[in-house]
């Protein structure tokens, strides 16, 4: 009989547990011994794991977070600490660690793999920064978030006739603005891809009044390199208006999944849990062209996420 | 300088709205004229038309339903109908109609372009009923809104420890039903497309009854051949638990559309725009293997919805 | 030190879990032991009851539904049945049972009463239907929830120019029907209080035809004399327009309670408990004049819930 | 025929809308020409109203924000502005004006009555700061707004065993803070009331830890003493622990409002509306006991904020 532990780890998205609940519930179906590892690789270091049966995942699909608890381990980053994790894998006689995270927790478990360890990545992020597959479990909930948000700052941009500039996640990848300022018909997308000088912003700002748009609202990535604050000043200073910052911050991480995310998620458990009954290892779970499938860890890591120049040209043409 | 017409047709759904500001705005982005055609093909044959400027769509994206309203022409099916939406076009001068609409819609455009008029179908239905695409306008919204009642339900259902049948839209497509259902985490499905007798469903409550569950939620599509409250009905009696039935009808056809219907909808109707500016008339704009292309309309209609068998199993596997 | 029981019973409602939280957790601040008795007085009956500390009731204060699950008891309806129930509370030693429901419960509550259990009544109802306070927990909940379905009925009933009959809970008492025919913008509402002919909706919704509206909503409470059905169709026949229905059922019964909700709920516990620690009992917890107090059970459950003919009156002026 | 002006006037709030269809539908009810004016003073100052029949109050029943637009007149607090503003009312010939607004927009009214124009005020703010109402419109949305936030937060929170300061709109008066600290279950708030100071705060949240709690809320009004990022910095250096700041800014002052606010909104409107008719003016509308009346203005604005402090008290006792 199979024996594989189960991970969340990195930052938490909406969708983890769905994903935790597929991992054990298909697991189980396969005839497979289940542990869930709890706060990520600091619980693979400290032993804490327990067996989970099907009920131990009752009732946790349709909630945000993470039951397995997450962290970001820095004991994790040392040799030491990985050899402690491996001896905890060798002491409960895991055949597979199953990995649910994004960048970092992927790249932990890359040198997991370099001790011997065989495991298994299912990409949950918020960011959808993974090149290799389309989308991140995480990623649908998190816009859908931010253009709720949207929709009440509009209320009251609008009544007040204001600019608002909204900061929302992403380091390095820029989706969340991107697809927000699409779906959300923002006027303009800051992002940490294009170099976009605020100059260019506070144009159409003030193109869009003077057509007569009451309000306006920008959306810029925490990886836009410029502070939220300042940016209000520079376009409150330079087009005369009235301007607010709202920064969502932690919001995007919390709620209940979507429908994408929580399908996503079980299929990305269904297809890694075939993976390993098959006796394929080292895989990462992705979506490419519609359909889930396991990559090769390494050159899935490799791969970086592409910026889809024509969707952030669309936001100005849909705003003018 | 090209004119185009863009009308929407049969059922409402979430997106229409977002697909219609695309069209204008990427129209005129081009150079079009593009003119709203109101209520569906009644509104083709009775001139009601006018054009549309960047600004007569703001405020909409958001919005379910659509600003053009919407009907299902009985004129429009005869001969005569046909004859008096093309005197329209003529005396217009439209070069193209752009379709948003559902199976039915579709096949009136095909008549339509019989007759010469040169016509774009854009896939707005919630039913994901069109075989030659991966989602329609409207599908992700509807799934979302049968899962916000379906948490409700349980809160009830729970309490009571009952089973509660949950009947959603779907005459010949099952998708609503199958995809709830596993996003849902529901006992079982009914659908159209698979012939499962109730004695199955019944097992399958008293095994869980028999596991500990408190309560179950059996999803059922429209279009599963057997009244809704017979089926209660007949729950009831075999398990001899309290069943309740609800059926949420219109609910699944309003609401602010989801990130994912605002996208296929904007990008349907960048693509449309695209084609028709590159002098390519005639297609159904669809999502296949992740991207938006431009298909052959006569045989995008001829291709039916293939079924999901894997994912109806992934039902049972999940609830066991 | 004083040993209470808490149970909940009849229909639940949103804040029912507010409300146990806040009695467990005022109970132990006061120095008192709170069981919590399951499945209402079937629960009592058979002794299923257990100790709660502050940590068994948390996280279930955003919850709908009831952590103590709730029924209705045809065994408590016998003298037997409610024998059996004291027993319990003897052989537990409790000095007092607080009951959460609606009418039927507090009923219960008063036979408990006579056989000399000291009890402590919190209304729990979606209904509104105790006349002797101005809100029941849960009741803002459900008119809320009917809220948000009329903004998804209204997209769908606008873009085809429809009107559509919705069918809300309350047998007896119109308050839901009402509320949400006064905030959500109905056209005319149908309540068991009111003797209105189906003759009078129908002009309303042809003077608003004739004044350009595109679709009307005509709220229907349930225990209005007629059946939804013949209802709709009869509209249907008399105006010529295209009529649906939409039954929100059990829908109305979910969801996260909002915050009157748990204020209402967080305060009676806390008046139930300052009650009991007082050494009063056998009250019903209520709101009057926006305080919240407790009052004699029995003439509490006498008092008839007074209709509110003004607010009656306003749908019509504001609807036309 | 008399002819009234309704304005709305400071920061928006949810509900104001509602507002003003109930003026507008309830005056013309009642014969009345009802002219809506823009932008607050600064509309009335410029002379920028336009009648508005029934019709142009449609649909916005539901819509946070104001259509009439707010803003904050700085030439209405002076003498000559007020003069201009008193000159348009004798222009358009108008009997009486609507203010709905908070603290400011009541006391710019108290000015104009004393220039011997007709005032009649309604409290629409999010802020809860008027002494003499229970209620204002926008309150009970903008709370479960942040009540909603809370339940995201506490996802992720809980995930990473954090603590998350939340901070909630009110400079001077606590009452979002304390009624989204109750309701929220938040283990302690934060406000302009209390002096309370980081120790004992940071105590609880050790206590809850040593408790087993694996995540905590701190909810903070803008008016507590003490910037939000150093409350961060020194909760998180007293307590070990990782701490989060999210500030919900506008959030607050968008969505559809809640049931509460809309009948509010709709009450108030009616008996502003009764009162004028009656030939009343210079009254404050309010919510006195579960009643909504009119108290004269100037005593109305002198009343100060009661202080719930056993609310306060309760929020220690629930997260205990």
Known sequence: MMKI??????????????????VVRFGIARGMKVYGIYRGY???????????DRRAVGDILQRGGTMLKTARSERFM??????????????FGLDAIVVIGGNGSFAGALELSRLGVNVMCIPGTIDNDLGYTESTIGFDTAVNT????????????????????????????GDIALYAGIAG?????????????????????????????????????????MDSQELVKEISERTGRSVR???????????SPTLQDRMLATRCGDKAIELLDAGLTNKAIGLVDGKV?????????????????????CVDVLSR
């Open 5 to 22: 532990g189960v991970l969340t780890s990195g930052g938490d998205s909406p969708g983890m547990n769905a994903a935790v609940r597929a």
């Open 42 to 52: 600091e619980g693979l270091i400290d032993g804490e794991l327990e067996e989970l």
């Open 78 to 91: 040392t040799e030491a600490g990985r050899r402690k994790a491996v001896t905890t894998i060798e002491t």
């Open 146 to 173: 931010v253009l709720d948000a949207i929709t009440r700052i509009r209320d009251t941009s609008s009544s007040h006739e204001r600019t608002t500039v909204v900061e929302v996640m992403g380091r390095h990848c």
């Open 185 to 225: 018909g923002a006027e303009a997308v800051l992002l940490p891809e294009v170099d976009r000088d605020v100059n260019s912003v506070c144009r159409k700002i003030i193109e869009g009044c003077n057509q007569g748009k009451q309000h306006s609202i920008i959306i810029k990535a925490e990886g836009y390199p």
């Open 245 to 255: 910052l709202v920064v969502l911050s932690y919001l995007q991480r919390g709620g």
């Open 293 to 313: 499938l396991g990559f090769n860890l390494k050159e899935a890591l490799a791969e970086t996420q592409e910026f889809d120049r024509h969707l952030y040209e």
